[in-house]
């Protein structure tokens, strides 16, 4: 028997889960809008913020799971990588939470959790496979052995995948967070009404930085033209540059897949909530006989219900930590 606390602060969402016996009875998400006013996540706000979410957001999780504090068995929680200011406020609270209790703390790869949460609903990917890990700040191709034995195999060389979204809302004056805003644009467009630079980059590695810049440029030429450009064509902007972000990952997803010999794919990570990679994921699936997981929603954005089962994986093997512990804003995957 075993009942898992989990504490997710790694950006600008205050996350707490529950897991009990390898099942997630609750995941609640305290989400930040403050930084909607910035254009971006202020470090210094978020960590302010996870102050005033962290304790409402863990009894709102132990009434959902409908669990007390002396049930738990031991407290996992997100120690990197992330913003410093945040994962501190995350950290402390576990370290605090556990001493009083006197058990166990387990620390988690906020990285290791996203592929992880595809262990919390079945179905359940088969070992080895391979994940493509999109988010802010991270693309990554990862061949994942077992629960905790994962190689990198592919990664950018500069930007993510999810930061070229982010950066092309901002040209396209969408309000904070962009992404979702330009998958819900795309719905609507064409996505080869333009075409963009893409990297030619000849292993697993990505390569999203001259893609930006091949967006701005784009748009600066456009407008110079027709100052209207962008609020005539937005759904087809946004359709065109989801359409081929999606491309360039895919393309690497195939490759690895081909490299490997492995039919088993994933993807985790924020981006991984794009429509547009779902369905383009699901295709390639049907074309290659893939076998295709894709987390929930819930489960793609950071949340605490993946730290959770990634808790509960290391609680079995008793792997913990002491209290001299602190939170790693860069951690080795």
Not at 58 to 67: E, G, T
Not at 78 to 88: F, Y
Request: glycine share 8%.
């Amino acid at each position: 028997m075993s009942v898992i606390l989990a504490i997710e602060s790694s950006c600008d969402d205050t996350s707490v889960a529950i897991c009990n016996n390898g099942k997630i009875t609750a995941n609640v998400i305290a989400n930040q809008t403050i930084h909607q006013n910035y254009g971006g996540v202020i470090p210094e706000l978020a960590s302010r913020v996870h102050q005033q979410n962290i304790v409402p957001a863990v009894q709102q999780a132990l009434i959902s799971a409908k669990v007390t504090k002396q049930d738990i068995s031991a407290v996992a929680f997100t120690r990197g990588p992330g913003l410093l200011g945040s994962l501190l406020v995350g950290v402390s609270f576990a370290k605090s939470f556990a001493l009083a209790l006197n058990i166990p703390l387990i620390s988690v790869n906020h990285m290791h959790a996203h592929i992880l949460a595809h262990f919390i609903d079945d179905p359940k990917p088969n070992f080895p496979f391979i994940c493509l890990t999109v988010s802010g700040g991270h693309t990554q191709i990862v061949l994942v052995k077992d629960y905790f034995d994962m190689e990198i195999v592919g990664e950018t060389l500069d930007d993510a995948a999810g930061e070229a979204f982010d950066k092309t809302a901002k040209l396209l004056a969408l309000p904070y967070p962009g992404g979702p805003l330009i998958d819900k644009h795309a719905q609507h467009g064409n996505p080869l009404a333009f075409k963009f630079a893409e990297p030619q980059i000849a292993d697993l590695n990505f390569s999203f930085s001259g893609f930006k810049t091949s967006i701005l440029y784009f748009i600066r030429k456009q407008e110079k033209e027709n100052p209207n450009f962008i609020a005539e064509n937005l759904d087809d902007i946004c359709a065109s540059v989801q359409y081929s972000i999606v491309q360039i990952l895919q393309n690497k997803l195939k490759k690895a897949a081909k490299q490997y010999g492995i039919n088993e794919i994933a993807i985790a990570g924020g981006v991984s909530a794009n429509s547009g990679l779902r369905n383009g994921l699901q295709q390639t699936a049907d074309e290659l006989g893939w076998k295709v997981y894709i987390p929930a929603f819930q489960y793609c954005t950071d949340n605490a219900g993946m730290i959770a089962i990634a808790g509960y994986q290391k609680y079995l093997k008793q792997d913990f930590v002491g209290q001299d512990v602190s939170p790693m804003a860069r951690m080795e995957f």
